[in-house]
């Protein structure tokens, strides 16, 4: 379980096809405080230790891992958002977070606005119904309230705003129009849509 608070950002390395895809992150988080069998959030997708040594750790990204997430996200030299697991009694700053991703947008835009960026993505239209205005979504491992959805011709966006802490301290900050990104919904709405589902059945 995470917040969406990212507290590194990590550079891959190294990244090698095994059997998955061996992944070598280097990272500024003091590896004898984490785990073998540790789960680490790299940008929104949740990923165990398996290996580790001063300033890098490595996973493993299986072929539905590599599939099902934003396309050139384990490149090597890709910089990854990071963020160690909840623990009891940590402070919940975002919002709770599970390390699935949902699904990949698209981003639209990317526009300076005052000091901040507006950010524009197309959501698939599969988690479009999960996403609501003033909600809250995860994109690549961010904690971030949506501020805006637009449906128009089959397709929605949702319109975020940036702000400059955001951006320096996550990937954030080097978007740009026709990236992918993982998205996950608030888990909140899982269950939301899922009973008002039950409802009409």
Avoid at 35 to 58: M, P
Wanted: charged share 20%.
């Amino acid at each position: 379980m995470f917040t969406g608070i990212i507290t590194d950002i990590g550079t891959v390395t190294k990244a090698e096809q095994r059997g998955d895809m061996r992944l070598t992150i280097a990272c500024g988080y003091d590896m004898e405080g984490v785990d073998i069998g540790a789960s680490i959030a790299c940008s929104g997708v949740c990923l165990t230790v398996v290996e580790k040594g001063s300033g890098w750790f490595a996973v493993d990204a299986s072929a539905e891992t590599i599939n099902c997430t934003a396309q050139g996200q384990w490149n090597e030299g890709r910089k990854l958002n990071l963020e160690r697991a909840l623990k009891v009694g940590d402070e919940l700053g975002g919002h709770i977070v599970t390390g699935h991703v949902d699904g990949v947008g698209e981003i639209l835009s990317y526009e300076a606005e005052g000091d901040s960026h507006r950010l524009a993505i197309r959501v698939p239209s599969d988690i479009a119904p999960f996403v609501a205005a003033k909600g809250s979504i995860t994109i690549d491992g961010v904690s971030l309230t949506v501020n805006n959805v637009e449906d128009a011709d089959g397709k929605t966006t949702i319109g975020l705003n940036i702000i400059p802490h955001t951006a320096s301290v996550t990937t954030l900050g080097t978007l740009a129009a026709k990236q992918a990104v993982n998205l996950e919904i608030d888990v909140l709405a899982r269950y939301l849509k899922r009973m008002e589902d039950l409802r009409k059945s």
